[in-house]
């Protein structure tokens, strides 16, 4: 229960780490570790997702990197989402909205 919340703490120190550093490759990699331990947050809650947008646009300026950072942060969630796809529960539960489905 209190994965998610482990993962936004931790996201969120490792952020102000990225954004302490004085070298740009640890910033770089401080900063790739923080969305990743967003991205297996969300994996359990998608609170953590919510972090993601303001935290990347602390961390830089290039919109590559912004990419590449938001690509990080959602494959944990993309991945461990996989299994549960085709079942009706989760389709039902998660990817429906009041009964409709989107897909």
Known sequence: MCTPTAAMLLGTYLVSRAL??????KARRYGYWAMLVLGLGAGFKLVPLFLVPPLIVLLTRSWWQRLKLFGVSIAPLLLLSLPF??????VKGVLSIRGHTHF
């Open 20 to 25: 302490a550093a004085n070298d740009v490759s």
């Open 85 to 90: 796809l085709r079942t009706p529960a989760y």
